[in-house]
């Protein structure tokens, strides 16, 4: 039996003081689904500041795993800013005021996105069709 109550310390903490932010870059999830026919698909895209991102949500279909061969460039000179390979189980997760199924693909370091820079993203992905987006932008 405790003697002394057990509580949150009032002492400060320190480390990162940055916000974290979650986006997407779609209005609604489809009910439709898309396929994986073993080639690469890609998303060019910038960042209106310097951000830190440490990785991407991708959609999938309740109870299935993707394999995936994920790549992160500097679009202007094809170097590597991150990479990651893996098979990854799918999950409810939230967007907006519903949610979908998808799996999180997660840096082991997060990547260093410098504003108004192009980025390629490039990820090859083998699984069952998944959930997919509509409105993207």
């Not at 974290?20 to 060019?44: A, M, N, P, Q």
Request: aromatic share 14%; proline share 1%; net charge positive.
């Amino acid at each position: 039996m405790l003697t002394t109550p057990v509580g949150f310390s009032k002492i400060g903490r320190s480390g990162v003081s940055a916000d974290i932010c979650r986006f997407g870059r779609f209005t609604e999830v489809s009910l439709s689904t898309w396929g994986y026919g073993g080639s690469v698909d890609y998303l060019v895209s910038s960042v209106d500041k310097d951000i830190m991102l440490h990785g991407l949500s991708l959609f999938g279909s309740e109870n299935n795993a993707y394999t995936v061969d994920f790549q992160l460039k500097d679009a202007s000179s094809s170097s590597a800013v991150a990479s990651k390979k893996g098979t990854f189980l799918s999950k409810r997760l939230q967007y907006k005021d519903s949610y979908y199924y998808g799996y999180e693909v997660l840096f082991d370091s997060a990547a260093e996105l410098k504003k108004n820079s192009k980025y390629q993203i490039e990820a090859q992905i083998s699984g069952k069709p998944s959930e997919k987006g509509n409105g993207g932008f």
